[in-house]
């Protein structure tokens, strides 16, 4: 089973669609949860942290559910600058309480938005 | 602020050569990772500096493999003898000191492929 899983995509999506990514990760002891952004051939770049009570940033909500190891992002009226392939990536709490430092990251679901 | 640098952006290289790619973090950043991706698969973890030192190297494939950091500034990641399967696109990444979450920053990436 993978650490991280990601739904397969792609999305395909008109301009001021809203669309919902969804992603599980295996390990308990994941500690940390993030969305990166990659644009094609570019490098990842991070898009939001998540947290538990959920969090919004203009357009963009994150919500993070430890029971249920589930994590999703939410983009509403998406832009064709949204277009991209978004990553779901958590961060592993290390043996000593803090963070092992590597990211381990999903396969990533492509994101195409439609004029 | 000059970002993450990475060279070479592409390399070609026939099975059994050399390759050596070179990695500049984010000035002042003591933490210093590798990333790679081969096609069709996630982005993996392959190693972790902080300062010179090698905080966690469980990502890395084999011994083919080696990754240096001297003097706690750039870091040169080399793979001798190259094999099919060490083509993707390797990432670094960098961090600020105490900052073991997922706000790291990426370089553009190395291109690799081996023939």
């Known amino acids: 089973r993978k650490e991280v899983e990601q739904d397969p995509g792609p999305f395909n999506v008109p301009e001021g669609a809203t669309v919902a990514f969804n992603c599980t990760y295996s390990?308990?002891?994941?500690?940390?949860f993030f969305w990166y952004r990659q644009d094609c051939r570019k490098e990842p770049k991070l898009l939001m942290s998540v947290y538990s009570s959920g969090n919004e940033d203009g357009r963009f909500t994150a919500q993070l559910n430890r029971a249920s190891q589930y994590i999703s992002l939410l983009i509403r009226d998406s832009k064709l600058s949204d277009s991209a392939t978004y990553l779901c990536v958590v961060n592993i709490m290390g043996d000593y309480g803090g963070s092992q430092g590597n990211l381990i990251f999903g396969k990533g679901t492509k994101l195409s938005v439609k004029p | 602020e000059a970002g993450v640098t990475q060279f070479p952006s592409h390399s070609v290289i026939e099975k059994g050569q050399t390759v050596t790619l070179r990695c500049d973090p984010i000035?002042?950043?003591?933490?210093l990772y590798w990333y790679r991706r081969v096609m069709g698969k996630e982005i993996k973890f392959l190693l972790h500096?902080?300062?010179?030192?090698?905080?966690?190297e469980s990502g890395m494939p084999n011994n083919r493999f080696l990754a240096e950091r001297t003097g706690g500034t750039y870091s040169t990641l080399k793979v001798q003898p190259a094999e099919l399967e060490d083509s993707g696109v390797y990432f670094c990444?960098?961090?600020?000191?105490?900052?073991?979450?997922?706000?790291?920053?990426f370089g553009p990436g190395t291109r690799l492929l081996v023939l």
């Open positions: 500096f902080v300062k010179e030192s090698k905080q966690d």
């Open positions: 000035s002042g950043h003591d933490n």
């Open positions: 390990n308990s002891a994941s500690q940390s």
């Open positions: 990444a960098s961090s600020q000191a105490g900052r073991l979450r997922g706000d790291q920053y």
